[in-house]
């Protein structure tokens, strides 16, 4: 594949990189945030990130199955900002998170 048809394809790697540069540029707490591990096991790897009132939590599932983040050590509230398969901008997650095999997703927390 060459970057012609990356640009013409919504899902392309291309596209999952440009938007979290974006993310990245717009948003201090990622790029200046606290990083705060998050307690996660089984292939499952997440931090938040938080600054000026500001949290994110990233949340990485290294595994070729489906993982849970979840139940109980970590509660939040908040919605997709970008998932590395490009089809959950502005979904509403609560903990438990579920992630499907080889995903990972950036969370804006609530408050």
């Known amino acids: 594949r060459n970057v012609v048809a990356e640009r013409e394809e ?8 440009r938007r979290l540069i974006a993310l990245r540029r ?4 990622l790029a200046l ?3 705060v591990p998050v307690l996660s096991e089984g292939g499952l790897l ?5 600054h000026e009132g500001t949290g994110f939590l990233v949340a990485l599932n290294l ?10 050590r970590e509660i939040f509230h908040g919605h997709v900002e970008v998932s590395t398969m490009l089809d959950r901008a502005g979904e ?14 950036v969370i804006r927390l609530d408050g």
């Not at 595994?63 to 109980?72: M, Q, S």
């Open 10 to 17: 919504p899902g392309s790697i291309l596209s999952l990189n």
């Open 92 to 105: 509403r997650v609560d903990s438990p998170l579920r992630l499907r095999p080889n995903e990972g997703v």
């Open 33 to 35: 945030g606290r990083y």
């Open 63 to 72: 595994r070729g199955t489906a993982a849970v983040l979840g139940p109980g």
């Open 26 to 29: 717009a948003e201090p707490a």
């Open 46 to 50: 997440a931090y938040r990130r938080e």
